[in-house]
């Protein structure tokens, strides 16, 4: 179990002490978590996460760091609670029970509430024996609108948030409020957000028919912090968020090298094949081989003993492995063994962040040495350009950096002037590119003609490669490369890279 005097530890010493949330992607972002002892404002309207992000953040600090919290709802029961989280593989109810999370629900009625004598002073007394009853590190309160709903005094309800904010920092607990925005302003009275420590607003907006939900760090005093918007998802564990800024240039460099799958598409990379963790592209038009080659690498990688992960976007499962089969590929063994993880699914069924996140968790699950996407171009309808380069970006960060060696298959279209334009707008994060495409030779009979696939390289980083274009033929057998003899003038000819 980590120590909280640990995860507090900064690059820069005389940063504030931060209480780590534990939540994926938040902790990277504010560089290190929330500010110790200190208050957060967490703002955001119906349905941005607030609830759950407080639970999380409570819940993870009872498990991974010791650190027992209160929740306190002035809109939920306990009953409402449980059944929130209950799908999230988040055991509150568990917690409860071992007192290392108490829970007060309480409900306020008007009639309850006299502006005259208004004050929180039975609040203070409830949260006081809580802190010392189980020794609480963490403090929620969902939401600072509801407490302060039927209080139409400006002047007592400023005292009195001044008070409770006051209060909480003199208890050395480090407290979670959440608020709802109203009128540009981040909370409904529009105080909280100049007197808290840090703020942080989350929205879920709509973009194309695709709800993406959104954080900020609005404000944090003394501390460097993200400034970005970074998209975020609820799933089964809980919040993630996916740092736009993890994209970096700190990967290392390395000269081993993997096969390509293919002994005569080796002999074309010197008999090397592809640098290890490094991003490979094949891109072509439809029907030109692109996943039987992907699917070659996969195979070679499983046979060294390699786990990979296969992506596929276009076809299920059941439908790549017959279509494979039927070129010799026989994939059951390895997925039996655990070294062949496919996972397939629709693009348009989630938000490009969704796909990234659910990468990343694959990834940290099976931890594989090889991935395959197949093919990249469908994202494209997903997002805006901007928006698909960034998540490309990142997928190819995230493979780099953790040295696995990255395959992905882009479709072009045959009305596309140049083959070579499949290459989504991220061909300078590309270490090797490979373009397969159609090609036409002369009839056995030398009457008409009949098509053919060729191959070649376009660049391959850091070793010599051949600029021959190569013919590729798919049978029963699986494939092969052999030297197509192209006239000299044609297109073949003119197309083909000159060697780097």
Not at 263 to 292: C, H, I, N, R, W
Not at 308 to 321: D, N, R
Request: hydrophobic content about 35%; glycine content about 10%; charged content about 25%.
């Amino acid at each position: 179990m980590p120590d909280p005097a640990e995860t507090t530890t900064n690059l820069n010493p005389n940063q504030l002490p931060r209480c780590p949330t534990g939540i994926t992607g938040l902790d990277q972002i504010t560089e290190g978590g929330l500010p110790r002892n200190m208050t957060t404002l967490v703002c955001g309207a119906a349905g941005s996460g607030k609830t759950i992000f407080g639970l999380d953040f409570l819940i993870n600090g009872a498990i991974t760091y010791n650190e027992p919290g209160i929740f306190i709802s002035f809109e939920e029961t306990a009953d409402e609670l449980y059944r929130d989280v209950a799908s999230l593989n988040l055991d509150l109810k568990g917690l409860v029970s071992q007192k290392k999370v108490v829970l007060h629900c309480v409900s306020l009625e008007r009639s309850d509430i006299k502006e005259d004598i208004f004050n929180l002073e039975g609040l203070f007394v409830l949260l006081d024996q809580t802190i010392h009853a189980i020794g609480a590190k963490r403090i929620v309160i969902d939401s600072i609108e509801s407490l302060f709903a039927d209080v139409d005094d400006l002047g007592a309800l400023r005292s009195e948030i001044k008070r409770l904010f006051r209060w909480l920092k003199k208890r050395n607990v480090t407290a979670f409020i959440t608020g709802e925005p109203y009128q540009g302003a981040y909370t409904r009275r529009g105080l909280e957000e100049y007197i808290s420590d840090c703020v942080i607003s989350l929205d879920n907006r709509v973009v194309e028919q695709i709800a993406i939900r959104r954080i900020r760090i609005v404000k944090y005093r003394g501390s460097n912090h993200g400034t970005n918007e970074y998209p975020f998802i609820i799933s089964k564990n809980g919040i993630s968020v996916i740092p736009i800024t993890s994209a970096g240039l700190d990967h290392p460099g390395t000269a081993e090298r993997v096969s390509a799958g293919l002994p005569s598409l080796d002999e074309m990379f010197q008999g090397g094949g592809y640098t290890k963790g490094s991003a490979v592209l094949l891109s072509g038009t439809a029907g030109t081989g692109k996943t039987s080659l992907a699917f070659a690498f996969t195979l070679s990688a499983c046979r060294r003993g390699e786990r990979c992960l296969f992506l596929s976007y276009e076809e299920s499962a059941g439908q790549l492995i017959q279509n494979m089969s039927s070129i010799g590929f026989h994939c059951e063994p390895f997925i039996k063994q655990g070294l062949l993880k496919i996972v397939a699914t629709r693009p348009s069924f989630f938000g490009l962040e969704r796909h990234l996140l659910d990468l990343h968790q694959t990834i940290e699950e099976f931890s594989p040495q090889c991935v395959v996407i197949d093919p990249l171009t469908s994202l494209i309808g997903e997002g805006t350009d901007r928006d698909i380069k960034s998540m490309v970006t990142r997928m190819i960060d995230l493979l780099k950096s953790r040295r696995i060696t990255g395959l992905f298959t882009s479709l072009v279209s045959s009305s596309e002037p140049r083959i070579s334009s499949g290459e989504i707008g991220v061909s300078s994060l590309i270490d090797t590119w490979i373009v397969v495409r159609e090609l036409e030779e002369d009839a056995a009979a030398g009457i008409g003609k009949k098509r053919i696939r060729g191959l070649y390289i376009v660049k391959s980083r850091g070793m010599g490669h051949s600029s021959d274009v190569r013919k590729m033929v798919l049978s029963n057998d699986g494939i092969s490369l052999t030297p197509v003899d192209a006239p000299a003038g044609t297109a073949v000819s003119k197309d083909a890279p000159e060697r780097k």
